[in-house]
């Protein structure tokens, strides 16, 4: 496990910037539920959703009944969801930890969720690392994570030239998505493994130009990126242009971009 936390505030802080609530409230909300049944949670389950931001997951997962404890590296987001949850009339657990380095004991939880959310963590291998070790043998681990190929792992790779350089060590978000990766994670620590590529329908932008705007403003990563080049206009300008086109790209023959994911299952050996 690395031992170089440097990052934690600086990432912590990034996921702090903009409304990812509000943007994950609009956007992608309805993957939540989608991990949830498909991970067959229910009634006396012990899930952990890492990384889980204001409760995606989690909060559906104890809507259905189960001990559900919400862990997220960001202190904001956390007092969201709680705020979300009280509204929601779900009982559940928030915690802040780090994904590579989880305050939980091994073979904790029953089931070991994330959506869009471990696949953040720097170090991929300490947090593949960790959702193992805490869920207990025979345990579920799910997890949905956008892919390199889709429309979101495009636009990181669209953002990457203008953002700035990522800790020693860490490897990018989207690879989470890619099976083969996934499984060289994982190892043979993991039986049946499950790997499925669905489209999350996103219906709410007239254009590139909208969607650019809309996460300049609220996406945390979009806007730290604008951040770091504000004082150079040629640089915003080109990044202006480059995710307004593949919003257009997305969006030349519907009227919805299809966002596409990997929805993975497996069961701890």
């Known amino acids: 496990m690395s031992t170089d936390r440097g990052y934690e505030s600086k990432h912590r802080a990034l996921w702090a910037l903009g409304d990812y609530a509000a943007l ?8 939540g539920p989608i991990l949830v049944q498909a991970s067959g949670i229910g009634a006396g389950d012990r899930v952990l959703d890492v990384a889980a931001g204001s409760g995606n997951v989690a909060i559906p997962a104890a809507l259905a009944g189960a001990d559900v404890v919400a862990s997220d590296l960001c202190p904001e987001l956390l007092q969201r969801g709680r705020e979300t949850a009280e509204s929601r009339g779900a009982n559940l657990e928030w915690r802040e930890a780090n994904a590579e380095a989880l305050p939980f004991d091994d073979d904790e939880f029953d089931a070991v969720l994330s959506c869009l959310g471990v696949m953040f963590a720097p170090h991929h291998q300490d947090a593949a690392d960790e959702l193992v070790r805490v869920c207990r043998p025979g345990g579920l681990i799910g997890l949905i994570s956008w892919t390199p190929e889709g429309f979101v792992g495009q636009m990181f790779a669209t953002m990457k030239p203008y953002m700035a350089p990522p800790p020693p060590g ?10 083969e990766h996934l499984r060289e994670l994982l190892g043979d620590r993991v039986v049946d493994l499950s790997a499925d590529r669905k489209m999350l329908q996103v219906d709410v932008f007239e ?6 705007d809309y996460f300049k403003a609220n996406y945390g990563p979009t806007v730290a990126a604008y951040k770091g080049i504000e004082g150079e206009p040629d640089r915003v300008a080109e990044l202006d242009a480059k995710l307004a086109a593949l919003g257009d790209r997305y969006l030349v023959e519907v009227s919805a971009i299809e966002w596409e994911y990997l929805l993975v299952r497996c069961r701890v050996r």
């Open 24 to 31: 994950a409230t609009r956007l992608v909300a309805p993957l």
């Open 170 to 179: 860490a490897q990018p978000a989207p690879l989470w998505g890619d099976e």
């Open 207 to 212: 254009n590139g130009a909208d969607f650019r």
